[in-house]
């Protein structure tokens, strides 16, 4: 506890599951932690209220003018950015003949365009030891079933943008990784969903992970002790994939 005493942490997608977890964990890190939500108000204010120096702000990852104006609202708010998360994603399902290009787009845009803006508006106020970090996913290993190409083709271009940033940063000793976690129960993937016994069939260690597993890999490449880790895509799975 500690580490990020003093540090300010924008989270993109805070309101539920592996984001709501990440500001829990940055926040009791020391963090001054901002998230942003979109459909979900009441589990936002109830994660803001629980805890000192946890603020919300509504913003659709799907809108880039109104995505860069807030991370630029909360850069001046706290004076600066030192974590940026990018957490904001769905799950759109179909296969590629019944998936609707309306569907596509917005994949695209809350999974991929929304993680370009956000750090194209957040870097400029990262100073040395800056950290961003994208929630992509295992699934660019191992795409286990199908409907999903475009989900996964969309975690996939988020590694390689982290990738890309890494070269973009790293002279200004500011670090970018991807974490890509394997099945995590939460609402995009509950653990007693229709999908959970083939998927738990794949999971050597038996069990999903659990959204505080990710915060602590989140915590860790935001704090200090990560200085040497940057461009990697780290992957957290219980095994899925090996
Ligand atoms: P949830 O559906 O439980 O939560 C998604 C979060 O993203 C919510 O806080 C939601 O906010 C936010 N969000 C979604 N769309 C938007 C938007 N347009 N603008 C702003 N925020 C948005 O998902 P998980 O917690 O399971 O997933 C989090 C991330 O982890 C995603 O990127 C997902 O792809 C990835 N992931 C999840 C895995 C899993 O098994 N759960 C496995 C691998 C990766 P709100 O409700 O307020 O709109």
Do not use: W
């Not at 580490?3 to 709501?20: D, E, K, N």
């Not at 999974?111 to 992509?136: C, D, H, L, Q």
């Not at 995009?188 to 959204?211: C, H, Q, V, Y």
């Amino acid at each position: 506890a500690g580490a990020l005493r003093g540090r300010t942490a924008m989270v993109v997608g805070g309101s539920r599951g592996i984001g709501a977890a990440i500001v829990r964990r940055l926040s009791a890190a020391g963090a001054t932690v901002a998230f942003t939500y979109h459909g979900s108000a009441e589990a936002a204010d109830a994660l803001a209220a629980s805890s000192e120096g946890v603020s919300a702000v509504k913003c659709d990852s799907a809108d880039a003018a109104a995505l860069a104006e807030t991370v630029e609202h909360v850069a001046d708010r706290f004076g600066s950015i030192d974590i940026l998360v990018y957490n904001a994603g769905v799950g759109l399902s179909g296969s590629v003949d019944q998936m609707n290009l309306a569907d596509f787009d917005r994949t695209f845009a809350i999974n991929v365009r929304g993680a370009f803006v956000a750090t194209k508006a957040a870097s400029p106020r990262m100073g040395e030891g800056g950290r961003i970090i994208f929630i992509g996913s295992n699934v660019t290993q191992r795409a286990a079933f199908s409907g999903a190409a475009a989900y996964v083709m969309s975690k996939s271009a988020i590694a390689g943008l982290a990738r890309g940033l890494s070269q973009d940063f790293a002279l200004r000793k500011i670090t970018v990784n991807t974490v890509q976690p394997g099945p995590v129960d939460t609402d995009l993937n509950p653990a007693d969903g229709p999908k959970s016994g083939p998927t738990l069939s794949l999971i050597p260690l038996g069990r999903f992970g659990e959204t505080s597993e990710i915060a602590s890999l989140v915590a860790y490449l935001a704090g200090p002790e990560s200085s040497f880790i940057t461009g990697a895509a780290l992957t957290i799975n219980g095994g899925y994939s090996v």
